[in-house]
């Protein structure tokens, strides 16, 4: 079946670090990828996505490689603010559907001023 | 105008008893889905409907019953409630063919 592993947290940076969240995953065929956010007390949005292998997905600076040879989607950004803390959640989808969406088990992000 | 919305947010009963979540959603969606997210905020889906009928059911005690009087509401009872019940449940919909998922806020639900 499909699966999504995603780096444990909590990750916690300081201000205009560099972020990377690392997400791998198992699927049969050529699953869609995806990045959800869930700020507090909210629920999920979608970050980014990408379709197909070495497609980039790329969103309020966060950006995300679909790397079929890895079999990844690490989500990266370059500075990351306080307003970023929020708990990320990798996922993927079989046929881009979300019907059939797998979810990770979520990572917490606590960015320090 | 809220997207996905919930009712109520905050929901605190005791062991035993019987409650329900309401939902509905304005975006004109096909697809409506219901997730429980635990203390360590792990995702799992327990139903969705497509047009009022169910498509997803996942391995969920037969206490929890959706129900959906259309494509735009979906409801979710719970009976005999469980101390292991106590989650936060979202509500979500889709319009299927871009795997993007529009979620409530959540309703936090605390069984004592």
């Known amino acids: 079946g499909n699966s999504v592993t995603q780096m444990e947290g909590p990750v916690t940076l300081s201000e205009e670090a560099f972020l990377t969240i690392n997400c791998t995953y198992t699927a049969t065929g050529y699953p869609s990828l995806f990045w959800y956010v869930q700020y507090p007390g909210e629920g999920l949005q979608l970050l980014l996505k990408?379709?197909?292998?070495?497609d980039k997905g790329s969103n309020k600076g966060f950006e995300a490689t679909y790397r079929k040879e890895t079999t990844s989607f690490h989500l990266e950004k370059g500075s990351v603010q306080v307003s970023d803390s929020a708990v990320y959640f990798c996922?993927?989808?079989?046929?881009?559907?979300?019907?059939?969406?797998?979810f990770g088990s979520g990572t917490q992000l606590t960015v320090l001023p | 105008d809220t997207a996905v919305s919930q009712t109520p947010k905050y929901l605190v009963t005791q062991m035993g008893n019987d409650k329900s979540i309401k939902c509905e959603q304005n975006l004109g969606h096909d697809t409506m889905y219901w997730y429980k997210q635990d203390s360590k905020k792990f995702l799992k889906i327990m139903f969705s409907y497509n047009n009022k009928e169910l498509i997803i059911n996942e391995t969920v005690p037969n206490r929890f019953s959706p129900k959906s009087p259309d494509k735009a509401h979906l409801n979710l009872h719970i009976n005999s409630l469980e101390l292991g019940d106590s989650a936060v449940y979202f509500c979500?919909?889709?319009?299927?063919?871009?795997?993007?998922?529009?979620f409530g806020e959540g309703s936090r639900l605390t069984v004592l």
């Open positions: 990408a379709t197909k292998a070495d």
């Open positions: 996922a993927l989808s079989d046929q881009g559907s979300a019907r059939q969406l797998t």
């Open positions: 979500a919909s889709s319009q299927d063919t871009t795997g993007e998922l529009f």
